[in-house]
């Protein structure tokens, strides 16, 4: 499987046509699908259309743009024209097709990228693995035992398993970066406002994303995608010091690092975390700061529990996905998760919904304060590695309790602080399963996260594709 970079020179080199190289992935797809079901709804017809168009435009000596011809996933939570979005849920099953695009979907196309169907997610993508009743669950081309993550898991598997070069994602409180750390993959979570999310919800806290195989791909997906959009008031303006300097996939090769101050956090000061888990990360890390010429400095992270804020603010978010009639009049379709918050955010009082916001407002205070003591902080992307397709349960590490939800505690800081941050394999356990290790850096500095990624792709670098099944 080519690499979307790789697939959009060839096609506008006339070495391969859009046409064939979505064949392929329709191919891919009828084959490995079944296994994993990654793709949850598929318009071939529609691909083919796009795809063919690609294909005259490089006739007529044009050229379709930086994504020519490549085959995408969409995200079932975002809008893609002409298919059903039915957000995981039963709640949205036989859906119409959709009129128009998701702003980040629209970019892609306009960029030459082809749309070839949607990808699984958990319902309204609130939890970390993807299984739902609308659709089944979704698998690791890793292991089919085990979770791809959540909830960009269907985006993972597809791209994991080659069905496709790349899978739009999005990210709330880690639904890009832990998929690509449950199936070895590159997941950026950007600045918040730096690619425009209209219906981010009440907790702004969701970015778009992409999941890919490499850090050139990751960075040019934000070239194509960022920009302000006034539909979105808080999208950051056109980053222009970075488009004199080539864009963010130019910077991903050149940007020099040396001497920033980076910080090695095991577990942020709370987390319970698998003990092979944080020594691959770890390792990953130090070699990363050798070979970058990083700065470790010792620092003792000390903040307020971010999965209780991100749990608690990010509920209200569940609102923005209902249609009138839906709540409570049809709760029972609703998975119990997701009706169990509902039914919690039904009792906020004003003066509840004050000291969550009060807990969220210390948190940026003390991570602005952390990142005045260092630069970039890296962590290990998820405290587990991969759990049961179906969905952690209870475990227990070094004789200490940890609840599912702390299954995955450092990707919620980035989220509530707005702060960029990537996930990139850092090796795989003794069983075989990928684990990740997460960059963070100051907000706005997309940039650096991207650069940090690519010299440790460089220095150390990783099976783009999930092996194949015996």
């Not at 608690?312 to 209902?322: E, F, I, R, T, V």
């Amino acid at each position: 499987m080519r690499t979307p970079i790789e697939v959009a020179d060839a096609v506008r080199k006339r070495a391969v046509t859009a046409v064939e190289v979505l064949e392929g992935c329709l191919a891919a797809i009828e084959a490995t699908n079944p296994a994993l079901n990654a793709f949850v709804v598929l318009d071939p017809d529609g691909a083919r259309r796009a795809a063919e168009r690609v294909d005259a435009a490089v006739a007529r000596g044009e050229d379709p743009g930086p994504f020519a011809g490549v085959p995408f996933g969409v995200k079932d939570l975002s809008d893609a024209a002409g298919m059903p979005t039915s957000k995981g849920s039963l709640l949205f099953m036989g859906a119409a097709p959709a009129i128009g695009d998701s702003l980040d979907v629209a970019r892609l196309r306009a960029a030459g990228a082809v749309p070839v169907g949607k990808t699984a997610a958990p319902e309204f993508g609130a939890v970390c693995f993807t299984s739902t009743r609308a659709w089944g669950t979704t698998r690791s081309p890793w292991d089919p035992a085990v979770t791809p993550g959540g909830s960009s898991g269907g985006s993972a598997a597809a791209v994991s398993a080659g069905m496709v070069p790349m899978a739009t994602a999005s990210d709330g409180g880690g639904s890009t970066r832990i998929p690509a750390a449950f199936t070895g993959l590159v997941g950026l979570k950007p600045s918040y406002g730096r690619i425009p999310h209209p219906d981010s919800g009440a907790s702004q806290t969701t970015c778009s994303g992409i999941l890919v195989t490499t850090v050139a791909d990751a960075a040019r997906h934000l070239d194509v995608t960022c920009g302000p959009d006034d539909r979105d008031r808080v999208s950051l303006p056109d980053p222009a010091e970075v488009r004199r300097a080539g864009g963010y996939e130019r910077l991903a090769e050149t940007l020099d690092v040396t001497g920033l101050r980076a910080g090695w956090s095991a577990d942020l000061g709370f987390a319970v975390v698998d003990p092979e888990v944080a020594g691959t990360a770890e390792l990953a890390a130090r070699e990363l700061a050798a070979a970058a010429g990083l700065r470790l400095v010792d620092v003792a992270v000390r903040i307020t529990d971010p999965v209780r804020t991100w749990l608690s603010a990010n509920a209200l978010d569940l609102y923005n996905d209902l249609e009138p009639g839906m709540w409570p009049d049809r709760a029972d379709e609703l998975e119990r998760h997701n009706r169990r918050s509902l039914e919690l955010c039904d009792g906020l009082t004003p003066a509840r919904l004050a000291r969550i916001w009060a807990r969220r407002m210390r948190l940026e205070q003390e991570v602005a304060a952390l990142h005045e003591e260092v630069d970039v902080l890296l962590t290990p992307s998820t405290a587990v590695a991969p759990f049961a397709a179906e969905g952690p349960v209870p475990t227990v590490i070094d004789g200490r309790p940890v609840h599912p939800a702390m299954a995955v505690p450092f990707t919620m800081l980035a989220n509530l602080c707005w702060n960029p941050a990537i996930s990139v394999p850092a090796g795989r356990t003794a069983s075989g399963l990928p684990v990740g290790l997460q960059i963070q850096a100051r907000r706005h500095a997309d940039e650096v996260v991207l650069r940090l990624a690519r010299i440790l792709e460089q220095h150390r670098p990783w099976p783009r594709l999930a092996p194949p099944p015996d």
